[in-house]
């Protein structure tokens, strides 16, 4: 079946440094890929998506490029905030899951000023 | 509405009672999902609904646990007989289209219940 696997842990991390959150997955078929944002005491959001192999996924300066060949979609910024603390999930769909969503687990990023 | 609506934001209850959540997607919506956020299992599938219909009934934890659809619109999720397990943060979800697996799926803000 899919699934979706997330680095283990928090990340805690200085302002203005550079963030990389793992994710790796296992899909039946063709997945899209997606990464939802959950800030604090709010919904999930999707931050950003990609469709297809080698598509890169961007948005409010992160982004994650879908590798079919390593089934990953790492996410990454160059330059966090400290309004970028915040609960990250990895996410796939796909047409032989009802386009469901299998999540990973998530990580919290902490910046720290 | 401009999003998925969820009611009630919070929600007490006592062991052993029935609780009814409630779900309003985004206008237009075919696609509607049930989801819990619990601390320790992250983000699990319950229930999906492709109009009035539940193709995938999959992810309910037990028979306590059921949901509809009514007009293609709102859904109501329901657990009776509450346990102090079933305490977590119900998410009810909408897409727009079925068969494309890259359309967003759409998040309210989600119910929490707490049962005492």
Redesign the interface.
Same mark, same amino acid.
């Given at each position: 079946g899919n699934s979706v696997t997330q680095m283990e842990g928090p990340v805690t991390l200085s302002e203005e440094a550079f963030l990389t959150i793992n994710c790796t997955y296992t899909a039946t078929g063709?997945?899209?890929l997606?990464w939802?944002v959950q800030y604090p005491g709010?919904?999930?959001?999707?931050l950003l998506?990609a469709?297809k192999a080698d598509d890169k996924g961007s948005n409010k300066g992160f982004e994650a490029t879908y590798r079919k060949e390593t089934t990953s979609f790492h996410l990454e910024k160059g330059s966090v905030q400290v309004s970028d603390s915040a609960v990250y999930?990895c996410a796939l769909?796909?047409?032989y899951g009802?386009?469901?969503?299998?999540?990973?687990?998530?990580n919290q990023v902490v910046v720290i000023p | 509405g401009a999003g998925v609506s969820q009611s009630p934001s919070n929600k007490v209850t006592e062991k052993g009672k029935d609780v009814e959540l409630r779900c309003d997607p985004i206008s237009g919506h075919t696609?509607l999902?049930w989801?819990r956020q619990s601390l320790g299992q992250?983000?699990e &599938?319950l229930i999906?609904f492709?109009g009035n219909s539940a193709?995938?009934k999959s992810g309910l934890p037990s028979d306590r646990f059921s949901a509809e659809r009514t007009g293609g619109s709102v859904s109501t999720l329901t657990i009776q007989r509450t346990q102090q397990e079933d305490s977590a943060v119900y998410?009810c979800?909408s897409?727009n289209r079925?068969?494309?697996?890259?359309?967003?799926?759409? &998040?309210?803000?989600?119910s929490w219940l707490t049962v005492v």
């Open positions: 063709y997945p899209s997606f939802y709010e919904g999930l959001q999707l998506k469709t999930f769909s796909s047409y009802n386009n469901r969503l299998a999540f990973g687990k998530g | 696609a999902y989801y992250g983000l &599938f999906y492709q193709p995938d998410l979800a897409s079925q068969g494309a697996s890259g359309n967003t799926i759409y &998040f309210g803000e989600g």
